[in-house]
Structures are given as structure tokens and as C-alpha cells.
């Protein structure tokens, strides 16, 4: 059993579509991420929900609207994609908020290619 | 601006020598350390922690050393395996909730 999910694995699109991701954790976690990891392969955050709630909104722009229907999925939507979008995005989730503590559990991944 | 950073990008060793990898910080305000170890195609997944208020943090072969004054931590791998090759992300987090990753060093153990 997978304890992170995402789908799609890969995801190939034109500029200006609208995509979603999908991510579900069956670890019974309160808190849930999502990460990109650019061209430079760093890992940034780009969101994170504490039982629902939007706890971190970083400097994302307002194209990428994540949604939380439960504790247990994180979707996020992408409109009017555009070329640096381009990257791999990871879901990630923890018992709580992280902290020293508590362990990100990660997603296999969803590799975005905008052409 | 890099908070996080790990200069080198790569490391080759031989199996059943010592791995080191290291990790620079520059936010005084981190409190907490990790890292994460990622192969290719999977997520990363989470290999060791330390709190600040240490400056050693061993689980068999791994031991992650920190030093607060000088703002570095290292990841110790011994004896390093061929199954220890990957990418190795140093992350570090504080009172917002939010882990700030490295770029990752991968890791090459040649049999």
C-alpha cells in the first residue's frame, strides 16, 4: 500500500491548460504539502493544510489553487499553465505541522512538462 | 537567496569507506536539521534528524553532526553501501512550519 499518492505520475501539456494533481495519504496525517522542484532541483514549498485549513501560502502565483476536500487529499489546480511551470511537483504529509518531529512523508512525484 | 546550501553536487566513494556530506545554513533562526534521502523516480524519504540543542545525532550507520557556530552540518555514512547511492537533500526548519531544502548532493558508492 502506497502511503502517498499522486496522479498523474507524468503530465505533458500545452501552455495556457488548466491541470490538476491529485495526492492522497492513507496515513491518517493531519497535515499535508505540496513542493516543486525546479530546473535547479531545489525543493520548495509551496503550500501546506493543517486538517483543512491553508496554514502556508507561499509567494506562489494565483494560478495554483490548492484544495483540500478531506484530511487525507490535497488537489492542486493549475490554471493558464505556463512554460516555467515546468518541474516536478511532490505532495508531502505529516501527523502535525512540521517540526522536529515530524517527518514529511513524501509523494513519488508528478513531472510536469508545459510545452 | 540560497538558506540552505550544499556546495557540492556530487560525491563518489568507494564501498566500505566513510561518506561525508556536508550543509551550510545561513538563517540563525533554524532550530532543527535534516535530511532526506531521494532515488531516482520516488520521493525523498526522511534518513535523520537533529534538534539544535544537540551537536551529534546517531542511527547505525548514519550520524549527523551540527555546528551551531559555525552555521554547518555534516551526514556521516559508515560504512557506506552501494544501496546508499542517491541524491542526499539537507533540510532545516523553525517556528513558521517550513522545511527549506538544499539543492542535494548525489552520492555515488562504487562496489
Known amino acids: 500500500d502506497t502511503a502517498v499518492s499522486q496522479t498523474p505520475k507524468y503530465l505533458v501539456t500545452q501552455m495556457g491548460n488548466d491541470k490538476s494533481i491529485k495526492c492522497e495519504q492513507n496515513l491518517g496525517h493531519d497535515t499535508m504539502y505540496w513542493y516543486k522542484q525546479d530546473s535547479k532541483k531545489f525543493l520548495k514549498i509551496m503550500f501546506s493544510?493543517?486538517?483543512?485549513?491553508?496554514?502556508i501560502n507561499e509567494t506562489v502565483p494565483n494560478r495554483f489553487s490548492p484544495k483540500s476536500p478531506d484530511k487525507a487529499h490535497l488537489n492542486l489546480h493549475i490554471n493558464s499553465l505556463e512554460l516555467g511551470d515546468s518541474a516536478v511537483y511532490f505532495c508531502a504529509s505529516s501527523t502535525q505541522l512540521a517540526g522536529f518531529k515530524e517527518t514529511q512523508y513524501f509523494g513519488p512525484g508528478t513531472r510536469l512538462l508545459v510545452l | 537567496d540560497q538558506q540552505v546550501k550544499q556546495n557540492s553536487p556530487s560525491l563518489s566513494v568507494q564501498e566500505g569507506r566513510i561518506s561525508i556530506l556536508n550543509c551550510d545554513y545561513t538563517n540563525s533562526m533554524f532550530d532543527y536539521f535534516l535530511w532526506y534521502k531521494k532515488y531516482p523516480a520516488e520521493g525523498p524519504t526522511f534518513l535523520i534528524s537533529?534538534?539544535?540543542?544537540?551537536d551529534k545525532n546517531e542511527d547505525g550507520r548514519f550520524t549527523v553532526f551540527l555546528n551551531k557556530s559555525a552555521k554547518h552540518l555534516s551526514l556521516h555514512i559508515v560504512p557506506s553501501q552501494p544501496g546508499d547511492s542517491a541524491v542526499y537533500f539537507c533540510?532545516?526548519?523553525?517556528?513558521?512550519?517550513?522545511?527549506?531544502f538544499g539543492k542535494g548532493t548525489l552520492l555515488t558508492v562504487n562496489p
Open positions: 537533529i534538534s539544535s540543542i544537540k
Open positions: 493544510y493543517n486538517n483543512k485549513e491553508l496554514i
Open positions: 533540510a532545516a526548519g523553525g517556528s513558521n512550519y517550513k522545511l527549506t
